[in-house]
């Protein structure tokens, strides 16, 4: 079993930055691709951002050149460096694990981050 726990959101001026952070447990973090999903209000979840075992980043169009998604398997911890924030941005973002057997999906229950204008 896999338990995510996020960390970091707030309340952020646009253009500012802010970090979050997902730990971890369990030992299969560090063969896993992980990742981060946001849901806006009203809107479905989507993908931000998303490292697999080996490193390999993948952005949202939306996100790309302001966010930077890295892991640390030393710590099982996988952060999202957010900065260039605007408006849209505002939304519960969720840790996300799958496991690399059967594809399985874990979630933590999400931090909010509010943008203000």
């Known amino acids: 079993q896999v338990q995510l726990a996020e960390s970091g959101g707030g309340l952020v001026q646009a253009g500012g930055s802010v970090r979050l952070s997902c730990a971890a447990s369990?030992?299969?973090?560090?063969?896993?691709?992980v990742g981060w999903y946001r849901q806006a209000p009203g809107k479905q979840r989507d993908l931000v951002a998303i490292?697999?075992?080996?490193?390999?980043?993948n952005y949202a169009d939306s996100v790309k050149g302001r966010f930077t998604i890295s892991r640390d398997n030393a710590k099982n911890t996988v952060s999202l460096e957010m900065s260039s924030l605007k408006s849209d941005d505002t939304a519960v973002y969720y840790c996300?694990?799958?496991?690399?057997?059967?594809?399985?999906?874990?979630w933590g229950k999400g931090t909010l981050v509010t943008v203000s204008s």
């Open positions: 490292i697999t075992r080996d490193g390999t980043t």
């Open positions: 996300n694990l799958k496991t690399p057997t059967f594809g399985i999906n874990y």
């Open positions: 369990g030992s299969i973090f560090s063969i896993s691709e």
